[in-house]
C-alpha cells in the first residue's frame, strides 16, 4: 500500500515538474492600457504614470521612447517558446506631448545574422604557444634590479651598480 501511494506521489510530481512556466521579461502592456494613451493629449510624465518608464530612451534623431516586452512559455528543459513579442514607440513633440504610437510585433521582426568573417589587421598573428613561450629566456640585464629601474642619466653615472 505505502509503495503504490509512493509510486502515485512520484508520478503526480513528475507531471508537476514538466508543467509549463510563463515569463513576462520587459514591460508588455495590455490594449487596454495603451487605449488610455491619446495621440495630442498625453504628456510624457502621463505616459510613464500609465505605462511606466521606458524600456529603451531614443537618443538621436528625435525624441521617443521604446517599450519592449515579450511572453515566453517554458516546459522543462526545453527553449522557450515565444507566445508574445512587442516593441512600442511612442514619439514626442517639442511640447512634450504624445505624437505618435507605433507598434510592432513578433510577424514583423527582422532576423539578423551573424557574420562569421573576420577583420584583417596589420601586425603579426602568434599562436598561443609561440605568445606564451616568446619572451621565455628574453631577460633584459643590467637595466631593472631589485625593482628599481635605473634612468639612462644614473647608468652613464654609475650611480647603482649593483655586482
Known amino acids: 500500500m505505502v509503495l503504490r501511494f509512493s509510486l502515485i506521489l512520484a508520478f503526480f510530481l513528475y507531471l508537476g515538474a514538466c508543467s509549463p512556466i510563463h515569463h513576462i521579461r520587459g514591460n508588455l502592456p495590455t490594449d487596454?492600457?495603451?487605449?488610455?494613451?491619446?495621440?495630442?493629449?498625453?504628456?510624457?510624465?502621463?505616459?510613464?504614470?500609465?505605462?511606466?518608464?521606458?524600456?529603451?530612451?531614443?537618443?538621436?534623431?528625435?525624441?521617443?521612447?521604446?517599450?519592449?516586452g515579450e511572453r515566453t512559455k517554458n516546459v522543462a528543459f526545453f527553449l522557450p517558446e515565444i507566445i508574445e513579442r512587442k516593441v512600442i514607440f511612442i514619439t514626442f513633440d517639442a511640447k512634450d506631448v504624445v505624437q505618435s504610437i507605433d507598434m510592432r510585433d513578433a510577424t514583423e521582426e527582422t532576423v539578423v545574422t551573424i557574420v562569421e568573417r573576420k577583420t584583417p589587421t596589420l601586425g603579426r598573428d602568434p599562436s598561443l604557444f609561440k605568445e606564451l613561450f616568446?619572451?621565455?629566456?628574453?631577460?633584459?640585464?643590467?637595466?631593472?634590479?631589485?625593482?628599481?629601474?635605473?634612468?639612462?642619466?644614473?647608468?652613464?653615472?654609475g650611480a647603482h651598480n649593483i655586482e
Open 134 to 157: 616568446s619572451t621565455f629566456g628574453k631577460i633584459d640585464q643590467g637595466k631593472h634590479t631589485g625593482g628599481y629601474v635605473h634612468s639612462k642619466q644614473e647608468t652613464a653615472a
Open 32 to 68: 487596454e492600457v495603451l487605449a488610455q494613451i491619446k495621440i495630442g493629449q498625453q504628456t510624457r510624465e502621463q505616459v510613464r504614470a500609465i505605462l511606466g518608464p521606458p524600456t529603451i530612451q531614443q537618443q538621436f534623431r528625435g525624441d521617443g521612447w521604446y517599450y519592449v
